[in-house]
């Protein structure tokens, strides 16, 4: 996949662009068809240095409608889940795949996650938190390369490079599926489990450190 390029940060630091200057870049997107039919691109929200990032797949109606990533149902699950943690909506990142809405809120298709996901990769790399939880499918196997289901992944840890990478169901469809509720829980408190065992380096020890 393409590799986004900022004018003046051809090779840029972990930490070194602003979400605001990858928000810059993005504009008023038109690189798929998605621009056509939704209302608002749902960038990002949320602590541009947070430990921890969730990516989801992609904008629903809600979130189409305000611009804001987890506003809707799944966005309430979410919330009340970080206390599993220790955190708060306010210290976390909260990012999708795709930055505009698939119609019905269908999939995205292959060609609309290859033109999109640049972005998230800078994302990631402005942020560059040390994990990044995966909801559902589509960020699972974005992250992790992987064809595998977050049936099969969920419940473990997964380092890749700088990140530790915690794959788990996507919070609206344990709306639909009440049974995985407690399995997502659980990899929430995993995500809590971790962060304490892998308290924050120092400031100034390494390119994580966000300066």
């Keep these: 996949m393409p590799v986004m390029r900022i004018p003046g940060h051809e090779h840029q630091r972990p930490g ?3 979400l605001q200057e990858i928000r ?4 008023d997107c038109r690189l798929c068809p998605l621009a056509q ?3 608002n691109i749902v960038f990002g929200v949320g ?3 947070a430990r921890v990032m969730f990516i989801g797949e992609g904008p629903g109606r809600n979130e189409d409608l305000q611009g804001e990533p987890f506003v809707g149902a799944a ?7 970080l206390s599993l943690a220790g955190l708060t909506r306010d210290q976390v990142y909260i990012a999708n795949v ?3 809405r698939p119609p019905s809120n269908r999939n995205p298709r292959p060609e609309e996650i290859e033109a999109c996901s640049p972005f998230l990769r800078e994302q990631i790399r402005s942020v560059w938190p040390d994990v990044l939880v995966c909801l559902g499918n589509f960020a699972t196997q974005f992250v992790l390369r992987t064809d595998k289901g977050v049936t099969h992944l969920r419940g473990h840890v997964y380092q890749t490079g ?3 990478v915690v794959p788990t169901f996507h919070p609206a469809a344990c709306l ?6 407690p399995l997502l829980q659980q990899d929430i408190a995993m995500v809590g489990a971790w962060l304490r065992e892998h308290p924050a380096a120092q400031a100034g020890t390494d390119a994580g450190s966000k300066e």
């Design 16 to 18: 070194e662009v602003s």
């Design 75 to 81: 966005g309430h699950n979410l919330d009340s889940l």
């Design 47 to 49: 602590d541009p240095h």
């Design 176 to 181: 639909y599926h009440e049974q995985w509720q």
């Design 98 to 100: 795709i930055k505009c």
């Design 24 to 27: 810059d870049v993005l504009g």
């Design 162 to 164: 700088h990140f530790a």
């Design 37 to 39: 039919t939704r209302t």
